[in-house]
């Protein structure tokens, strides 16, 4: 017979069905009563460590830190969780989970003088690939982990050896698998562990407490432990995670690559608040980079603190029922302002930094009158070639805008632009356009914009007819609304069914608990009208209006000259409650690749929905149709038809413990306005040869535009600061040291390809081999590069 080690735990959860204000109150009487139950029991450890909850006791209660930090020091209160906290593994980048480790690590550090050895991951909705290889690479080597449960992730032990895609291995362990979590029988949950504990390869691991809105273990649970120990001729031990672990012998039973939990409602709802975490993480990586660059060009100080102000509060609102949208309707007012807290910080971060240095540019408009200058920067790590939008204000600086437009780069070479609507609506006092411009990586280049008095035409031809765009001919059914068909020049082919709307019955909770995946498909949309609201020769726009019950939809098909993409941009007034919106795309491909946080994931087909990153690519092996989207975070597949989820309609924090009530009135998510953008690119190839991760980048993360006045400078008119020549590598970040100012990059391989990536950083070359699927976290002290761990040390 194995033995019982029983961890004294608090599943908290921050926010859920409740705001952070009444969780903070709440979570100051459950410490207060583990600290007691520590006086009164001299065997009773307690688990727990969650570093934002541990800074409201801080805040509130110094004494009980205190008091918290004295426990710890003895061994009897264990820091169980070296994250920054509990969170949706999916929807974030990768970069958000290493932040994770970095931030809750260096807080555990700072205030109890160590390092956690453990992720208690145990409520999040599924757990991404490169989960393992972040533990490994900060100093973590234990997890544990709930979901999938096992009616969704058959594993034969609980106890099993956790590989990354990389290779990184950590011991995990699945709880609730042979004994239920937070049950307050006590005999009862030992008698069900018996049942497996006289055949199982390990021992097992208990998680009792009170559960969910905070409670420590009771002093009933403490007490029928001691007497269930002298009972049983086998050991029922007070333990700590970490004692766990450290008990057990190697696991029999490896589990390989990602764990995706089969309740998955939490990968579509509330779209918003998937979208604005986005938005953040990206404003918070720019904001890092803009940064390093001033520092390095103007002497600028780093604004340490607050980009890590920055991170705190995009790290708080990942809490896996906040991002996964399974949170009351109430707590987003809270985590929509603190992701626009972080975003708004950010941003103005980055402008001080970038406009402190677009100043001191040569602009290639210095001697011309009634001309502006754009200065535009690019933060990616790769060249940045596409569509450039600018607008400029010609009142009163300049006489008023009576038509054409060019815009040139300092070498004088010309840039056709297309003069497309402005923001406004007062004639002759700004312009707004588009060119087809490129910019170096991670750095800017200038362009000079004057008007030429031509005539401006923005709807040149308002019939719609076949669009040829050099690279598509694409035909629309007028009767329908939809591309008819579409045939690739590069690849030969045709496409049909192009992101199709479709509408699904769903009737499920928030989660989608006991279902595996949406109801019946409903009735198509009902096409309102179609035409054609920008036709110049860069790009062709198609506005289609459609109407499902009391819902209207309206799609923006914009094509490029001689780009193998084009966009679709959608706007939803939607007004309808227990159905799901998608769109649906028939590629005529089979083989799904879908982008996965720092890494990528090849699936089969599902039924319910899955989580996907920025972007996801099917293909044949000789050409390929890859989706990126801003704004999409699930999917279903089904042979070559792929359909992305726009949003469902379900009720805010709906359990389903009971039958709904028919008068009353529940808040449905997803009511009113949502919106989006697809880019749709046709390719030969793999997505890797065709670079879609940097794609996804600049479409997500588009080049900045300053528009700067006539004047010389001390700096080149375009200059790149950093590049990567690599095969399927890209650069996550860009960062001051959290200790001193050396610099940090971090480099993470997507595609499982083994290669040499050099690094060009501020006039430095650097050659840096890097395995597949690998993460490297690299310290630049002068012309000296090492790898450190991602907690920097």
Same mark, same amino acid.
């Given at each position: ?53 541990? !800074? ?165 649970? *403490? ?128 402008? &001080? ?7 001191? *540019? ?35 600086? &300049? ?47 200038? &362009?000079? /914009? ?12 308002? !019939? ?42 769903? !009737? ?71 159905? /799901? ?57 089904? +042979? ?13 924090? +709906? ?75 890209? /650069? ?8 001193? +100012? ?52």
């Amino acid at each position: 017979m194995k033995n019982i080690y029983m961890i004294g735990n608090t599943h908290f959860d921050p926010v859920w069905l409740w705001k952070w204000d009444e969780a903070m109150a709440s979570i100051h009487s459950t410490f207060r009563s583990a600290l007691d139950r520590m006086k009164e029991d001299k065997d009773f450890i307690y688990s727990f460590a969650t570093p934002p909850v541990f !800074e409201w006791i801080r805040q509130v209660d110094p004494d009980m830190f205190a008091e918290i930090t004295e426990r710890v020091r003895e061994g009897r209160w264990e820091l169980c969780e070296g994250w920054y906290l509990q969170p949706d593994c999916y929807t974030g980048t990768g970069e958000s989970y290493v932040r994770h480790s970095l931030y809750g690590q260096r807080y555990l550090m700072e205030n109890f003088g160590k390092y956690s050895d453990t992720v208690f991951n145990i409520d999040s909705f599924g757990h991404n690939s490169i989960t393992p290889q972040i533990l490994q690479k900060s100093h973590m080597q234990y997890y544990c982990m709930c979901r999938p449960e096992i009616y969704h992730y058959d594993i034969p032990s609980p106890y099993f050896a956790w590989k990354g895609k990389d290779g990184s291995t950590v011991r995990a362990f699945r709880a609730g698998q042979f004994s239920e979590i937070y049950n307050k029988d006590m005999a009862k949950n030992v008698e069900k562990a018996e049942e497996h504990l006289g055949t199982s390869d390990c021992d097992e691991l208990m998680v009792y407490g009170v559960t969910n809105h905070g409670g420590a273990p009771t002093k009933k649970a *403490i007490a029928d432990i001691h007497l269930l120990n002298d009972e049983k001729d086998y050991d029922i031990r007070f333990s700590t995670v970490t004692g766990y672990f450290e008990a057990q012998d190697e696991p029999k039973v490896t589990v390989e690559g990602e764990m995706i939990t089969g309740d998955f409602g939490v990968y579509t709802n509330n779209h918003e608040i998937k979208k604005r975490n986005r938005i953040a993480e990206y404003a918070v990586l720019n904001a890092e980079k803009a940064s390093v660059i001033a520092g390095k060009l103007m002497s600028r100080p780093y604004p340490k603190a607050k980009l890590k102000g920055c991170w705190e509060d995009v790290l708080f609102n990942q809490f896996h029922d906040i991002l996964g949208g399974a949170s009351i309707k109430q707590a987003y007012f809270d985590a929509y302002n603190g992701q626009g807290r972080a975003i708004q910080t950010a941003d103005e971060i980055t402008h &001080f930094a970038l406009q402190s240095i677009t100043h001191q *540019i040569r602009m290639p408009g210095r001697n011309p009158d009634n001309a502006w200058n754009l200065v535009v920067w690019n933060l990616n790590d790769q060249p940045y070639a596409g569509p450039i939008e600018g607008e400029v204000q010609w009142l009163h600086e &300049f006489p008023a805008y009576t038509g054409g437009m060019v815009v040139k780069d300092e070498t004088g070479k010309v840039y056709p632009c297309q003069i497309i609507l402005e923001r406004s609506v007062i004639e002759g006092f700004r312009t707004r356009f588009v060119f087809d411009g490129d910019v170096p990586a991670m750095g800017y280049k200038s &362009f000079i /914009v004057y008007q030429t008095g031509e005539e401006a035409v923005v709807v040149a031809d308002e !019939e719609l007819k076949t669009i040829d765009t050099g690279a598509f001919v694409v035909d629309f059914n007028k009767d329908t609304g939809f591309i008819d068909s579409i045939r690739s020049r590069k690849t030969g082919k045709t496409f049909e069914n192009i992101l199709i709307p479709e509408c699904f019955a769903d !009737e499920a909770d928030t989660w989608c608990f006991k279902t595996t995946g949406y109801g019946c498909r409903l009735e198509d949309f009902r096409p309102e009208s179609i035409a054609v609201t920008e036709n110049g020769h860069y790009r062709t726009t198609v506005k289609a209006v459609h109407t499902f019950r009391k819902s209207r939809l309206t799609l923006y098909y914009t094509f490029y000259n001689d780009k193998d993409y084009f966009d679709v941009k959608y706007i939803v007034n939607w007004n309808e409650k227990h159905t /799901v919106l998608k769109l649906t795309f028939h590629t005529g491909c089979s083989e799904l690749i879908v982008a996965s946080p720092g890494s990528t994931e090849s699936r089969g087909d599902c039924t319910a929905d899955k989580p996907m990153g920025e972007w996801l690519s099917m293909q044949d092996g000789t050409c390929g149709v890859s989706l990126i989207a801003d704004s999409l975070f699930s999917y279903n597949k089904m +042979d070559d038809s792929v359909s992305l989820s726009v949003l469902r309609s379900c009720i805010y924090g +709906d359990l389903r413990l009971c039958d709904l009530n028919p008068k009353a009135d529940y808040p449905y998510m997803e009511q009113g306005i949502t919106e989006g953008g697809v880019r749709v690119m046709i390719h030969t190839g793999d997505f890797a040869e065709n670079r879609i991760p940097a794609l996804a980048a600049s479409f997500n993360n588009p080049p900045l535009v300053i528009c700067e006045a006539n004047h010389d400078g001390i700096f080149a008119a375009e200059h790149s600061f950093m590049g990567l020549e690599c095969e399927s590598v890209y /650069v996550g970040a860009v960062k001051e040291c959290e200790d001193d +100012d050396s610099l940090i990059v971090r480099l993470y391989e997507f595609a499982g390809r083994e290669q040499t990536a050099i690094l060009h950083f501020f006039g430095r070359v650097m050659e840096i081999p890097v395995k597949p699927y690998e993460i490297r976290t690299i310290r630049i002290r002068g012309n000296v590069w090492e790898e450190v761990h991602m907690t920097e040390d």
